[in-house]
């Protein structure tokens, strides 16, 4: 996959570094971040060994909510995998929901931005699904629907 801004944003100054860095390329390029975040590896393996494809639409993330938690016998790939499920909660809410879009906060944390303005920490909220198994990633949705 060719992601313009990738080269440019790898090779950054150190001043730009954290939040600025990644607000100014999801600036330049929502579409190449948005791809980045989409490819959640981690959790499209986990996924594909159980035999379920990833498809980018909320029947998935139910799908996902339905699937044996495993990784949770493996402390250090919970967090990885919550952090996949959170930035592929966010790729379904970005391109299933009008007037979404990927946002960063000061802290370099990447956030949906609503229609309505209000932030959801969709990373969060995949890190604790891996973890604890709730909020599930359906509910999460639904709540993101609604505005």
Known sequence: MHIPFLANWLHRDETVRGAVGLAAALEDDPEGIGELFAECELLRSQARAAGLELDQTPASLEALDQLMPRWRRDPEAAPWLGNDAGFYLG?????????????????????????SGRELGVVESGVSWAMTGSPELSQAYAEASEG
Do not use: H, K, Y
């Not at 391109?95 to 802290?107: F, H, K, L």
């Open 91 to 115: 790729t379904v809410i970005v391109r299933s929901i009008p007037g979404t879009a990927w946002q960063v906060r000061p802290n370099g944390q990447p956030v949906i931005r609503l229609a």
